[in-house]
């Protein structure tokens, strides 16, 4: 997606007055939240510049909260305001183009220019500062905690501008060396030349093959844009006959980067998947995504594929191995735009997936009506077998699940809810849990009066149903009207008891991401707490064992912002219990992350439990934090320095 384009104007003066705006403001700030996301979707870095681009990652996360707090109060922006945002658009798009190039470029070109590479970097800033700076927060509605968050990341960017990093001097010498000596010399320089392509990770086939096509299109790229002057050549040359260097070291016989047609190709039939950027593919697959789709871990993975993970039963991430919280799909449309612009500027044409084998469908299709007739038959032999072939079915594919659906199967499971047989219960919360996984299916089964059912699994059914009765009201509480009702008919209570139970490690989770989620939900703030939420959360944090400190704190966080909640959950000893998190140094990132959240939303509403807290030399905690912490750290850091010195 092309950047915002601004009207005429010196661009040492971005609050001009006059104004042809070529988009509205919503739109303006939707695309700006669309760049910076699609900016951080690069997640690895050549070597070279690896430091610069975690710094521009870093500072992208901090001008997210001034994106986000506009969109939503969406205020009518000035010329003055429309223009800055204009310009931070330009700026935001620079940067997007920096990383992806930091991100799947040639990795000799970028050793070799580091020098102009780094002064991109510089431009980008200064780019950003120019927008940033004198922004109308007052006129924008922004909240003072982004607006000091922005200035001070807009006084880091100033004395960015003026820090003169060195290169790798080792890197630039040995480069230097290598490239000044002559043909006959070359016996001489396998020692420099084997600790470049380690430094510069070029030794396996992999590595080299990947090179030799970024170096291909960065040939391209010049001759497409006619630069053909003698210094582009003599660098071109240089690129390439480095490259054949390294392939001589590593034992491979490929030397025609310039060789033939070096246009990229037309199919991905035919094109090494090496030259496609690593986002771009499915880690299942490993082919390029044509529906991406974000899981609960925040990874992306092809629809088709993950789909298929799931219905098989797993749930758990296949590339963090997290558990996941839920089982919903949200399409990526920004990754999907950058695959779409990218096979289209290289002429590349998607595969077309073959369909699914038909028979097994076709077969399923009859089996359902009679499965779902047989789960209302009188006789119990009957209804156990029907009932667990839905399990298997419902978890097998989406089209199982509308056929289901499409039958009458969730009328006829949730009559079975009620049946005394445990392991028929078992199966059938299992099969909603499954089915729940559509969200039309979802409005389906609440507005069947299944809540109160699966509320009553949870409370007395296997503690495999338990498990997974949790499971269900998480899945049907991602709707608002299915919050409230889950709350009102009492389910907050025992998804409290499975979390302080002896259960599994597995059933303790689902329980409490249920009641995270219900909790969102500013009625169940308070049911929670009368059904002893709090002492439950504690036990679960002093289980090391256990692992869910975020989660529990999480659920802390919400809660702390409820005054009824907050009075129970404000005590000295709580205060203490998140110190310690915050000093440990065992402790990780994250868990120092969320200690912070908590602390500084009880020490806002009662100064005596931050005066409390920093009794134990919080202070240089929070400095150490504020430098190297987590992004959302750093931010509550900073803020409670600024609540501390007020006090």
């Not at 035919?270 to 529906?291: G, H, Q, Y």
């Not at 219900?518 to 002893?532: D, E, M, W």
């Not at 400190?549 to 999480?554: F, I, K, N, P, Q």
């Not at 110190?579 to 120092?592: A, C, E, H, M």
Request: aromatic share 2%; with cysteine.
């Amino acid at each position: 997606m092309p950047p915002p384009t601004l009207p005429p104007s010196s661009p040492d003066d971005p609050a001009e007055p006059s104004m042809g705006r070529e988009m509205d403001d919503e739109d303006l700030v939707e695309e700006l939240l669309v760049t910076v996301n699609s900016a951080r979707a690069f997640a690895e870095f050549r070597r070279t510049q690896r430091k610069e681009c975690a710094n521009l990652l870093r500072w992208l996360q901090l001008v997210l909260p001034l994106l986000e707090e506009l969109r939503d109060a969406a205020p009518r922006l000035t010329d003055d305001a429309y223009r800055r945002l204009a310009l931070l658009g330009r700026a935001l798009a620079a940067a997007r183009r920096l990383l992806r190039s930091c991100h799947d470029g040639s990795k000799i070109y970028l050793a070799l220019e580091s020098e102009t590479v780094l002064a991109k970097f510089r431009d980008v800033y200064e780019k950003m500062h120019s927008a940033l700076d004198g922004m109308p927060y007052a006129e924008l509605a922004i909240s003072d905690e982004v607006k000091e968050q922005v200035e001070l990341m807009n006084a880091q960017l100033t004395r960015c501008k003026k820090r003169t990093d060195t290169q790798d001097m080792e890197l630039s010498m040995d480069l230097m060396v290598i490239l000044q000596n002559k043909e006959e010399e070359r016996n001489a320089d396998r020692a420099i030349l084997e600790r470049l392509a380690k430094k510069l990770e070029l030794q396996t086939l992999a590595e080299l093959r990947a090179e030799t096509m970024a170096i291909k299109k960065l040939i391209n790229d010049r001759n497409n844009n006619g630069d053909g002057q003698h210094a582009v050549a003599d660098s071109t040359r240089q690129m390439v006959d480095l490259l054949n260097r390294f392939k001589e070291i590593a034992g491979v016989d490929e030397k025609d980067v310039l060789g033939g047609d070096v246009s990229m190709p037309k199919s991905l039939d035919k094109c090494p998947s090496l030259m496609i950027p690593n986002d771009f593919l499915c880690p299942i697959t490993l082919e390029i995504m044509t529906d991406p789709v974000i899981v609960a871990s925040g990874q992306t993975y092809e629809r088709r594929s993950i789909q298929k993970w799931m219905d098989s039963g797993e749930r758990t991430c296949p590339k963090s191995r997290q558990p996941l919280a839920h089982l919903s799909l949200a399409p990526n449309y920004a990754l999907k735009n950058l695959i779409l612009q990218w096979c289209d500027k290289h002429m590349v044409e998607l595969q077309k997936r073959e369909p699914e084998p038909a028979a097994e469908t076709e077969e399923h299709k009859e089996d359902i009506p009679s499965l779902v007739e047989g789960m209302s038959s009188i006789h119990p032999d009957v209804q156990r077998k029907a009932v667990k072939k839905i399990r298997r079915l419902s978890k097998e594919c989406p089209e199982n699940r509308t056929l289901i659906a499409d039958n009458g199967g969730i009328p006829a499971l949730i009559g079975l809810l009620a049946c005394p047989d445990k392991k028929v219960q078992e199966n059938t919360v299992t099969s909603l849990l499954n089915l729940s996984i559509d969200d039309k299916n979802k409005v389906l089964i609440a507005r069947g009066g299944a809540i109160p059912l699966v509320i009553e699994i949870l409370r007395n059914g296997t503690p495999e149903a338990q498990e997974n009765s949790a499971a269900t009201l998480f899945s049907l509480s991602m709707l608002d009207e299915n919050k409230a009702a889950i709350g009102s008919l009492g389910g907050l209570a025992p998804l409290v008891e499975l979390l302080r139970s002896s259960g599994t490690a597995r059933g303790k989770k689902d329980a409490a991401t249920a009641i995270f989620n219900l909790v969102l939900s500013p009625q169940n703030k308070a049911r929670a707490t009368q059904a002893g939420i709090v002492p439950a959360l504690l036990k679960v944090m002093d289980d090391k064992g256990l692992g869910m400190v975020d989660e529990a704190l999480s659920i802390f966080l919400l809660l702390s912002s409820h005054a009824t909640c907050r009075a129970e959950i404000g005590t000295t000893a709580f205060v203490e219990k998140l110190v310690r998190l915050i000093k440990d140094g065992n402790s990780t990132p994250k868990n120092k992350e969320c200690a912070l959240s908590v602390l500084l939303e009880l020490g806002t509403n009662n100064r005596a439990l931050l005066v409390h807290g920093l009794r134990f030399g919080l202070h240089e905690d929070l400095s150490k934090i504020a430098k190297n912490g987590t992004s959302r750290a750093q931010r509550k850091a900073n803020l409670l320095i600024q609540l501390a010195r007020k006090l």
